[in-house]
């Protein structure tokens, strides 16, 4: 398969950033990573904590409102039009809406050729990289383990519950050579 996108969808602290880092190491071609994270870091402060952005409760439930989902659509499209612009795209997200989020990108990414895969981790595992990071909210990993995949539709998945991101990365890459 011919990608010029690669989602790769999972849960907090499963993994995604650091296979995205690896791709960009073990694919020939030089490939753009976003993620939620970097959406996440350029709002502005007020949004990070209000019900009309986004709010991360004292269990790790996170809620977006409104103007999120309007700045979100925005900066989906964003990535969108630089893939169709010829770049090659990696993106790192977490699919809390299921189904709905990846529906969000489809629309998006339209003809580009995509390839859609999810990055588990067992719950435990995540929760213990979590505590490690130091930046998430308690209970984020946990809650989002499987959360993030019900009814999502992939063309592969990798599990870096014992996997390295780098052996992850080789999988993703051999789809794609």
Known sequence: MTAQVIVLNGGSSSGKSG???????VLPDPW????????????????????DGIEVAADGEVTVGPE?????????????AMARAGARVIVDEVF????????RWRKSLGDLPVLWV????????????????????????????ELVHRGVLYDMEVDTTEAESLECARAIAARIA
């Open 32 to 51: 753009l990573t976003f993620g939620c994270d970097t959406f996440v870091d350029a709002l502005p402060a007020a949004m990070r904590t209000a019900s």
């Open 19 to 25: 296979i995205a880092r690896c791709l960009q190491a």
């Open 96 to 103: 809390l809406g299921g189904p709905a989020s990846q529906e």
């Open 118 to 145: 999810g990055v588990r981790c067992a719950g435990a595992v995540a929760a213990g990289r979590e505590t490690a990071r130091g930046d998430r909210v308690a209970g984020m990993a946990a809650s989002q383990a």
């Open 68 to 80: 999120f989902r309007t700045l979100e659509a925005a900066w989906i499209e964003g990535i969108a």
